[in-house]
């Protein structure tokens, strides 16, 4: 495995395997890998024939109070398991080659990116947008993986990538749990022993939603409320709990027949502070 850690050494990489016809998969990421990272690596290992794994703890998609500084990172441990899990190219480079100076050029998604944790953090998606175009113009994959744990990030890329005409495929990997349920999440180091065992409730709030789901019921509000239960009997904060169309991301009455017996897919998504961390996990409701 290469650690490349220029943008323009990277670029000239994968500029040459293009030539050589060869095809990059890709896995961006923010570090302190854990086994839902990895998963996607694996995926992406089985089709590709270089495997590049980025990681860059982007500062633009952080708000002024969030926790870019704080954010967990162990570059010797990341670089062990991308070795282990077959990375090729392991992209990691610096804020300042990333961002240089005077850099004035965003990307900025209109419609998907104002709710949800785009209500909650703003200026969050455009900073997402911003990293993941410049990513893709230096790594020049073939497709890219993105976890469904990020679901709302998956839909606001494959927006960008429609919109922006950017010649990559997305392909998303499954949420990875912890045997609790808890979805795996580099924030989760933060949670006190304490917290830790009290945030498999997003997990367990998304059950009880489904299982409510599947026995009939389809009023937005007391599904919710059933989450919104779960999550109280905890000292987690509920940030939202929102239950939209997965296509538009709109607030919805969820769940009407879109034809005769065929019912639109929800997705139910929700952010749940804790002192340590703020959590999020979702689930889609359909048929
Ligand atoms: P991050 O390092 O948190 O920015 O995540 C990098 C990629 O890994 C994103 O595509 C995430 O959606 C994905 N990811 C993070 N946690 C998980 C998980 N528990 N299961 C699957 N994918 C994940």
């Given amino acids: 495995m290469k650690i490349i850690t220029t943008p ?49 703890v982007n500062p633009t998609q952080f708000g002024p109070n969030e926790d870019l500084d704080a954010y967990p990172r162990d570059f010797d441990s990341d670089e062990a398991l991308c070795r282990e899990t077959g990375v090729d190219l392991l992209f990691y480079p610096t804020p300042e080659t990333m961002y240089l100076e005077g ?17 909650a953090r ?27 744990k990020d679901a709302q990030q998956l839909r606001v890329l494959r927006r960008m990538v429609r919109d922006l005409n950017i010649p990559v495929d997305i392909v998303s990997g499954p949420t990875v749990r912890e045997a609790d349920g ?26 009880k939603a489904k299982s409510l789901f599947a026995a009939g019921e389809r009023d937005a509000a007391v599904l919710k ?5 779960v999550i109280e009997k905890t000292s987690g904060t509920v940030d939202y709990i929102e239950i ?12 009407e027949t879109r034809h005769a017996g065929d019912v639109k897919p929800s997705l139910i998504a929700l952010a749940v502070k804790f002192s340590g961390a703020r959590l999020i996990d979702n689930a889609v409701l359909s048929k």
């Fill in 103 to 119: 850099h004035s050029i965003w990307v900025d998604e209109d419609s998907l990116s104002g709710m949800l944790c785009g209500a």
């Fill in 8 to 56: 323009a050494e990277m670029q000239a990489a994968a500029q040459t395997l293009r030539r050589e016809g060869k095809t990059i998969g890709f896995v961006p990421t923010m570090g302190f890998l854990h086994e839902g990272h990895l998963s996607l690596m694996r995926l992406a290992r089985g089709r590709c024939d270089v495997l590049v794994a980025s990681i860059f």
């Fill in 244 to 255: 939209v169309d997965d296509e538009s991301l709109q607030n919805f009455q969820p769940l």
């Fill in 122 to 148: 703003p200026g969050h998606f455009r900073g997402v947008c911003t990293v993941v175009t410049k990513l893709l113009n230096i790594v020049l994959p073939d497709f890219m993986v993105l976890g469904e």
């Fill in 225 to 229: 409320a059933a989450v919104r239960e």
């Fill in 182 to 207: 808890l979805a795996m999440s580099s924030r989760n180091k933060h949670l006190s022993p304490e917290e830790r065992a009290e945030a498999v409730c997003l997990f367990q709030g998304l059950e």
